[in-house]
Structure formats: structure tokens, C-alpha cells
């Protein structure tokens, strides 16, 4: 286990003794024979642990620990005391040390205390390149397209991210409703905590109610023990909302209460629970249809329109496509373990010209089926469903109706057959790829006499 250590004392002999034991480790091993010394150190260098003795000429280790902690968190430190003083230690283990161990006493002991500390500073470490990697997967910067009607999007949620601001998002399923969410959320002054996204066209009125707002043990017969809700999970941080049209209206005056109030009643409690949430609500709905209609709560509605975000269909940002096809490209290839990195210009126009009434979400199932069919380092026109190879663009004298039945169906045919080639039989998995319904594919393989055993 690789890692740096700083070793303080004025012993000279000692650190030399500590250092050749240390080294043997596998450790890069810096030395100071004070404080002073030590500060500049760690100052210079990247230092993963410190171990520091409690008695040095210019001051106390016991104090430095405090100092170290504050200047450098990541950095851990264990003290090496000469007497095993129990209150030294005590306070020292106050002022944030790893651990202290008796110098002298049996040398043994340092190097698994020190493989336990780098275990703790690898460890933090790597949560914080994970949550960098989090942050900037999210951040607007990695919002694909160039396109007026998504630059206006982004710019609008760049300004009320770091707002407390409820923030409706609309549009069309597949348009990245929470791609925006997630951006706003690490932009805002919560990005630091929990991001909790419910779907809520997923469940019942009654599953949608303890999912979101949790209850006591007892609350129903198979309530054992106190469930959390999301609600409460999702404290201090965002909670997303998507589809929130679906929510059942007697659900959405307990929402209500939380917008108005910030707190809410466990099914089954009789006290308020409070809670500090951020709302960002999305849905494909026409709101202010539904209130008229009396299917969603005109009060509600407005407590959720304080900040309306819309976000374009693809087929209204189609400059947009290439660039988001060639990052699905590379995506999937990656995943894949694919060598491909072009599409034929007919790909792309076939791509241009397509309705895409699933918007970027089916671009990216079209993209990921066309690399799993790839032959060779471009993914070609034949790589597409067959519905995308043979749609009519415009200007170019092809009509669907020129192909014949008989044609289409061998297209299809071979489509289906590769994608269970890929699946090895899986038809589950082939029906995902291909997005169409299980007894859909079922049929099919019957009528072309398709299908390997899976």
C-alpha cells in the first residue's frame, strides 16, 4: 500500500530506527526533528500520515495534532508518546488524532496502525474523486447541444440553481428532465448532499404515500418496524419528483403542507415530522389543463410554477443530434469494448431525419442496439431498425411504400435474429434492445422461425 509518511522527532537515532522499519513498507518517508520544520513540510509535500512525538523542543505534538487537522483534513496523525500518558492521549484523540501508541514499546505495532490510517486516507480519497466525478457528470458544462431552445434551458436553470427556488421542469418523456435536475442540484448550495429522484407514476396512491413520506411500525398490518420516506431521506438535500402529474390528489396536499410548511405526517404518527427540501418537480402533462380538469390542485400547481423550465423535443433541436450521437457512440463503444468511431453520412441523415418521438432517450437505445450490430469501425445505415433504414428523407425520391412486404420482413427477420445472436438467446434482453414487448417477440420468432435456446 503505497503512501507518505512525515515522521517527527528530535531523536535522530529513533527516526532513523522508525524510518529503515517503515521504508521496508513500501512507504516514502519524509523527516523533521521539529514543529517548524513539520509545518513546512507538510506544507511542500503531499503527506498521507503523520507520525508525530508528543514532546518536541518548539511545542507539543498533542496541540499540533489540532493544527495539522485544521490546515490539512485529509491528512491523518498518529502520536508516539515516550510514557503511555493515558490523559496526553485522551486529548489528543479529542483533537482528532488517528490513534497513539507507546514509543519504544514494541515496534511491531507501528506498521499496522499505519496500513490502517492509509486505509482511511485511501478511502477518503477516493470518495472525493467520486464525488468530483459526480459533480462534473452532472454539471451543466455536460449538457450536450448548442441548439438556441437548449442554450435558453441551460442558462434559465444555471440561474436558479443556486436558489432555494422550486423549479418545474417540462417536456416530453426522454428529453432529460432529470439530467437537468441532477445539474441543478450540483450547482446548488446542497450539491454536497443527498440527490433522492422518485418516479411518480410507479407506484399506487398507497405505495407512492410510505415511499414518500414513510410511517410508524404498526401504521398497517406488514409495517414492522419505522420506515423512512424519501421525504426525510432526502433532508437538507433535493428531492426530484418526476412525473408528478401522476400523483394521486389526495397525495398532493400532504406535498402541499411540505412546500408551505416544511413538514408532513408519517402514515400511522401523530406528530409533524420537518424536513429541509429542495422540490424540483417534472412532468409531461399540461398542468394548467389538469387543474382545469380538476385533476391536480390549482393551489399545488402554483405553489410548483414558481420557476418553469421547459425543455425542448429532439425533433426541435435536431442540430443537436450528431453531437449527441457521437457521445452515445463513444459510450457504448467504450462499454463494449468496441473499436468504432464514425457513422456513415447516411446514418446520420437517416438519424436527422427521424421523428424521434422518444426523443434523446430513444436516440440513445437506437445508438446502443447500433453498436452491439456493428461490424466493422463505422456503424452504417444497416445497423439501424429497420423502420430508421427505410424512412423516407426528403428530397431524396425514397417512399416506404416502393419496398415490399416481402423485403421488409427478411429485414426484420435478420434484425432480430443478430440481436439474439448478441443476447446468446436472451429474449428479455433481446426485447429490451429491440423495444418492443416480450409476447412481440415471442411471435415473431414463431412466424420467422427464429431463437436460439437461452
Given at each position: 500500500?503505497?503512501?507518505?509518511?512525515?515522521?517527527?522527532?528530535?531523536?535522530?537515532?529513533?527516526?532513523?530506527?522508525?524510518?529503515?522499519?517503515?521504508?521496508?513498507?513500501?512507504?516514502?518517508?519524509?523527516?523533521?526533528?521539529?514543529?517548524?520544520a513539520?509545518?513546512?513540510?507538510l506544507?511542500k509535500?503531499?503527506?498521507d500520515?503523520v507520525l508525530?512525538?508528543?514532546?518536541?523542543?518548539?511545542?507539543?505534538?498533542?496541540?499540533?495534532?489540532?493544527e495539522?487537522?485544521?490546515?490539512?483534513?485529509a491528512?491523518?496523525?498518529?502520536?508516539?508518546?515516550a510514557?503511555?500518558?493515558?490523559?496526553?492521549?485522551?486529548?489528543?484523540?479529542?483533537?482528532?488524532?488517528?490513534?497513539?501508541?507507546?514509543?519504544?514499546?514494541?515496534?511491531?505495532?507501528?506498521?499496522?496502525?499505519?496500513?490502517r490510517?492509509?486505509?482511511?486516507?485511501?478511502?477518503?480519497?477516493?470518495?472525493?474523486?467520486?464525488?468530483?466525478?459526480?459533480g462534473?457528470?452532472?454539471?451543466?458544462?455536460?449538457?450536450?447541444?448548442?441548439?438556441?431552445?437548449?442554450?435558453?434551458?441551460?442558462?434559465l436553470?444555471?440561474?436558479?440553481?443556486?436558489?432555494?427556488?422550486t423549479?418545474?421542469?417540462?417536456?416530453?418523456?426522454?428529453?432529460?428532465?432529470?439530467?437537468?435536475?441532477?445539474?441543478?442540484?450540483?450547482?446548488?448550495?446542497?450539491?454536497?448532499?443527498?440527490?433522492t429522484?422518485?418516479?411518480?407514476?410507479?407506484?399506487?396512491?398507497?405505495?407512492?404515500?410510505?415511499?414518500l413520506?414513510?410511517?410508524?411500525?404498526?401504521?398497517?398490518?406488514?409495517?414492522?418496524?419505522?420506515?423512512k420516506?424519501?421525504?426525510?431521506?432526502?433532508?437538507?438535500?433535493?428531492?426530484?419528483?418526476?412525473?408528478?402529474?401522476?400523483?394521486?390528489?389526495?397525495?398532493?396536499?400532504?406535498?402541499l403542507?411540505v412546500?408551505?410548511?416544511?413538514?408532513?405526517i408519517?402514515?400511522?404518527?401523530?406528530?409533524?415530522?420537518?424536513?429541509?427540501?429542495?422540490?424540483?418537480?417534472?412532468?409531461?402533462?399540461?398542468?394548467?389543463?389538469?387543474?382545469?380538469?380538476?385533476?391536480?390542485?390549482?393551489?399545488?400547481?402554483?405553489?410548483?410554477?414558481?420557476?418553469v423550465?421547459?425543455?425542448?423535443?429532439?425533433?426541435?433541436?435536431?442540430?443537436?443530434?450528431?453531437?449527441?450521437?457521437?457521445?452515445?457512440?463513444?459510450?457504448?463503444?467504450q462499454?463494449?469494448?468496441?473499436?468504432?468511431d464514425a457513422?456513415?453520412?447516411?446514418?446520420?441523415?437517416?438519424?436527422?431525419h427521424?421523428?424521434?418521438?422518444?426523443?434523446?432517450?430513444?436516440?440513445?437505445?437506437?445508438?446502443?442496439?447500433?453498436?452491439?450490430?456493428?461490424d466493422?469501425?463505422?456503424?452504417?445505415?444497416?445497423?439501424?431498425?429497420?423502420?430508421?433504414?427505410h424512412?423516407?428523407?426528403?428530397?431524396?425520391?425514397?417512399?416506404?411504400?416502393?419496398?415490399?412486404?416481402?423485403s421488409?420482413?427478411?429485414?426484420?427477420?435478420?434484425?432480430?435474429?443478430?440481436?439474439?445472436n448478441?443476447?446468446?438467446?436472451?429474449?428479455?434482453?433481446t426485447a429490451?434492445?429491440?423495444?418492443i414487448?416480450?409476447?412481440?417477440?415471442?411471435?415473431?420468432?414463431?412466424?420467422?422461425g427464429?431463437?436460439?435456446?437461452?
Open positions: 500500500m503505497p503512501g507518505t509518511i512525515l515522521l517527527i522527532d528530535d531523536e535522530e537515532k529513533l527516526r532513523g530506527l522508525l524510518k529503515r522499519i517503515i521504508t521496508l513498507e513500501g512507504f516514502i518517508i519524509h523527516e523533521a526533528a521539529d514543529l517548524k513539520a509545518s513546512k513540510q506544507d509535500e503531499s503527506i500520515v508525530c512525538d508528543v514532546k518536541l523542543p518548539d511545542g507539543s505534538g498533542v496541540d499540533f495534532v489540532k495539522v487537522r485544521s490546515k490539512h483534513p491528512t491523518e496523525i498518529i502520536l508516539l508518546t510514557y503511555g500518558n493515558i490523559p496526553d492521549g485522551i486529548q489528543a484523540m479529542k483533537n482528532g488524532a488517528f490513534d497513539y501508541i507507546t514509543k519504544g514499546d514494541d515496534n511491531d505495532k507501528i506498521i499496522p496502525l499505519l496500513m490510517a492509509m486505509e482511511k486516507v485511501q478511502l477518503q480519497k477516493r470518495i472525493e474523486q467520486l464525488e468530483q466525478q459526480v462534473k457528470k452532472y454539471n451543466f458544462d455536460n449538457i450536450l447541444g448548442t441548439s438556441p431552445l437548449i442554450k435558453e434551458a441551460i442558462a436553470a444555471r440561474k436558479v440553481a443556486p436558489s432555494e427556488a423549479v418545474l421542469l417540462l417536456g416530453e418523456t426522454g428529453t432529460g428532465k432529470e439530467v437537468f435536475a441532477q445539474a441543478i442540484h450540483a450547482g446548488s448550495k446542497r450539491a454536497g448532499k443527498t440527490f429522484a422518485l418516479n411518480c407514476s410507479a407506484f399506487s396512491k398507497e405505495l407512492l404515500e410510505s415511499e413520506f414513510g410511517y410508524r411500525a404498526g401504521a398497517f398490518t406488514s409495517a414492522v418496524k419505522d420506515k420516506g424519501l421525504m426525510e431521506e432526502a433532508n437538507n438535500g433535493t428531492l426530484f419528483l418526476d412525473e408528478i402529474g401522476e400523483m394521486h390528489i389526495d397525495l398532493q396536499s400532504k406535498l403542507r412546500l408551505e410548511t416544511s413538514e408532513f408519517k402514515i400511522g404518527d401523530t406528530k409533524p415530522t420537518r424536513v429541509n427540501v429542495r422540490i424540483i418537480a417534472a412532468t409531461n402533462r399540461h398542468l394548467q389543463q389538469e387543474v382545469t380538469e380538476g385533476k391536480f390542485r390549482e393551489d399545488l400547481f402554483y405553489r410548483l410554477n414558481v420557476f423550465i421547459s425543455l425542448p423535443a429532439l425533433r426541435d433541436r435536431k442540430k443537436d443530434i450528431p453531437v449527441l450521437a457521437t457521445y452515445y457512440l463513444q459510450l457504448f463503444a462499454k463494449a469494448n468496441q473499436r468504432i457513422m456513415s453520412p447516411e446514418f446520420l441523415e437517416q438519424l436527422q427521424h421523428d424521434w418521438k422518444g426523443n434523446i432517450r430513444e436516440l440513445k437505445n437506437i445508438i446502443e442496439r447500433a453498436v452491439i450490430l456493428a466493422g469501425p463505422a456503424l452504417t445505415i444497416n445497423n439501424l431498425p429497420v423502420e430508421l433504414q424512412q423516407a428523407i426528403p428530397g431524396s425520391g425514397a417512399h416506404n411504400n416502393t419496398l415490399s412486404a416481402f421488409l420482413a427478411s429485414m426484420e427477420k435478420l434484425h432480430i435474429q443478430r440481436v439474439l448478441h443476447t446468446k438467446g436472451n429474449k428479455t434482453e429490451r434492445l429491440l423495444d414487448g416480450l409476447t412481440t417477440l415471442y411471435r415473431k420468432i414463431e412466424e420467422y427464429l431463437g436460439r435456446e437461452s
